[in-house]
């Protein structure tokens, strides 16, 4: 569907190389990095918005190196929405279709297609101004989809959006890509969004494409250790959110119970940050839901702070202060509880 | 209580302060242009709109002006354009170049253009030959006006398009419109009112230009030298119709023009 081929862009201070990818049809793929790794210039250059260096583009088989941004095919979200603010919601939605000279009946069908497909026909008469930041981005998804393009660019679509509305547009992104089983390629620097959306991930870093693979590979198996970095910091789980008996919910990850707060359910990822677990020498009573027994297999020494390994037997990385960790005289193999409280668990 | 008004006073001290100053240098702009319009009966100023050699020059600066702003138009705002959407060295020395016209005497400039565009120099020469002249003439004013009015158009347009997000039109790109398009349906309109108000500083400092003129074109005659000769040959009283009428055009058109500019920027 797109390979790319020993792509070399020049950012400026900086040069991204040997950039190798090829992203399969129907496939959800994430790039994976921090900002300022190029990550947008990179997708504007797949888009032909940026010039590259050197390396080739091919979509669906055919090269599109050299090829005008404008007969591509390829839709665009920008994070912060770029709506054309001299036009409607209406307008905005057109303006491709009238590029393309599609027929006015056309015109309309396909508006009241993409409306109805993100749920925004009741805002078609109204000024992007005058939207919040998730129908702008719904607004922004339906503009991209109304030139039926054969791949859809994200660039970080969720950063800009606050926790309510990003669960809404990440939700609108599943069902886009599950429905018209379209070719996404999503940038990103969250480690969670990445996880919860990709089939899989190129991570990028350092000017290159550091590893590519499904979510589980990236965060079990990091192959150096920029990515390691990346996953550690966070735990992250995969496991399945049910009912419990008391109305709340728990996740089950290999076979261990957590206590959790979270109105999704179905088979789902946990992170907990390491700095939000306890770590005791005698079983904790307290008001924190989760406690369990494990022992420390892994020490790393970080100056004024430590991440332990704890083994219960899923692994847990917890942060430390120096001060915390000598005053408790923790060693590897030293058996000790570690606590959290549900609510430290973000599910997603 | 006085305590209270005085500590009320000290506070807004700045405020105060800032209000006075500011306001000398109001009563320096408006009483002299008030004076100068209220000085001349209301009969005398249409007895002297009536006089032909006044309406033929007021008309002529308006329209020479109007041409000076259109040749901006066409060649200031695609330059606007340009720098506002590239970084190369030396742009800014040419930034600065296009501010000279602002700072040189205008007498200056006017020197300055007839040595390019006097009958005996290349574009002279080069523009004689297909039947324009300049000097003494209306192309004379119009490239007049435009040496010394051009920077104000094509640095409010340039801010304007510097104002215009590039991804925009990078969105128009990838929704299938050309360079060309996406210039024409995404950043002209988003910038049409910088270019708008920056037409209308470039008419109004057209529409008062002297200096330059009087070198290059005397005759024939655009108002501001019509109330110099005038002034010259006849004295005060003669003048003073002509430059308060001068005046209160410039100033109905230029409220007229900026009212249209900021209805659009309300909506």
Redesign the interface.
Same mark, same amino acid.
């Given at each position: 569907m797109i390979e790319i081929k020993n792509l070399a862009v020049n950012l400026g201070t900086f040069l991204l190389e040997d950039i190798n990818l090829s992203i399969e049809p129907g496939e959800y793929f994430i790039i994976l990095g921090p900002t300022g790794a190029g990550k947008t210039i990179l997708l504007e250059s797949i888009a032909g918005l940026h010039p590259i260096k050197s390396g080739e583009i091919w979509l669906n088989g055919r090269e599109v190196t050299k090829l005008e941004a404008e007969k591509r095919g390829i839709g665009f979200v920008y994070q912060d929405y770029a709506l054309f603010p001299h036009l409607s919601v209406k307008g905005n939605l057109l303006f491709g279709l009238k590029q393309k000279r599609r027929s006015k009946g056309e015109r309309q069908l396909i508006v009241e297609w993409v409306t109805g497909l993100l749920g925004v026909s009741h805002l078609l008469e109204r000024n992007p101004s005058t939207l919040s930041g998730g129908e702008r981005q719904k607004v922004a998804l339906a503009r991209a989809l109304s030139i039926s393009p054969q791949v859809l660019l994200l660039d970080e679509p969720l950063s800009a959006l606050d926790p309510h509305a990003r669960e809404g547009v990440q939700q609108e992104l599943r069902q886009i890509h599950h429905r018209l089983k379209a070719t996404i390629v999503h940038v990103t620097h969250d480690f969670e969004e990445a996880i919860a959306l990709g089939d899989r991930i190129a991570v990028l870093g350092e000017g290159r494409i550091l590893q590519v693979g499904t979510p589980e590979q990236i965060f079990r198996q990091p192959n150096s250790e920029f990515v390691a970095r990346f996953a550690m910091s966070r735990n992250i789980f995969a496991g399945e959110v049910r009912d419990a008996d008391d109305g709340h919910a728990t996740i089950t990850i290999e076979g261990m119970k957590l206590d959790v707060v979270t109105e999704l359910r179905g088979k789902l990822h946990a992170s907990l940050r390491p700095e939000d677990i306890l770590i005791s020498q005698e079983p904790l009573r307290s008001s924190a839901r989760n406690c369990l027994r494990g022992t420390i297999t892994h020490i790393n020494d970080r100056g004024s702070t430590l991440y332990l390994t704890v083994s219960t037997p899923l692994d847990f990385i917890c942060l430390l202060t120096r001060r915390s960790f000598e005053e408790m005289g923790l060693r590897v193999g030293e058996e000790v509880h570690v606590t959290f409280k549900a609510s430290a668990i973000h599910v997603f | 209580m006085v305590a209270q008004i005085w500590r009320q006073i000290a506070a807004r001290r700045l405020t105060i302060t800032f209000l006075l100053l500011g306001l000398i240098i109001l009563l320096f702009i408006f009483v002299p242009l008030l004076k100068m319009i209220f000085s001349s009966s209301p009969s005398l100023l249409f007895d002297t709109l009536l006089e032909g050699e006044v309406r033929s020059a007021i008309w002529l600066t308006l329209y020479t002006a109007l041409l000076a702003t259109a040749v901006g138009l066409l060649l200031g705002v695609p330059l606007a354009y340009f720098l506002a959407r590239h970084r190369f060295p030396g742009k800014r020395f040419v930034e600065a170049l296009i501010d000279v016209p602002i700072v040189v005497p205008h007498t200056a400039a006017g020197v300055a253009l007839l040595f390019v565009f006097g009958q005996n120099f290349l574009a002279g020469k080069a523009f004689h030959s297909i039947g324009i002249d300049f000097v003494s003439a209306v192309p004379g004013i119009v490239i007049a006006m435009l040496f010394v009015s051009v920077p104000f158009l094509i640095d409010s347009a340039k801010q304007g398009f510097e104002k215009v997000?590039v !991804?925009?039109e990078? #969105? /128009? !790109?990838?929704?299938? /419109?050309?360079p060309w398009?996406a210039f024409f !349906? #995404?950043s002209l309109?988003?910038c049409w009112r910088s270019i708008f108000a920056g037409s209308v500083m470039m008419w109004a400092r057209g529409i008062s230009e002297f200096g330059a003129v009087l070198i290059l074109a005397y005759h024939p005659m655009i108002a501001p030298i019509l109330v110099y000769e005038r002034l010259e040959e006849y004295g005060l009283d003669y003048a003073l119709p002509v430059a308060s009428l001068l005046i209160i055009i410039c100033l109905l058109i230029f409220i007229g023009l900026r009212s249209i500019a900021y209805r659009g920027e309300r909506a």
């Open positions: - | 997000d !991804r925009l990078k #969105v /128009a !790109r990838t929704l299938g /419109a050309s398009q !349906r #995404v309109p988003l």
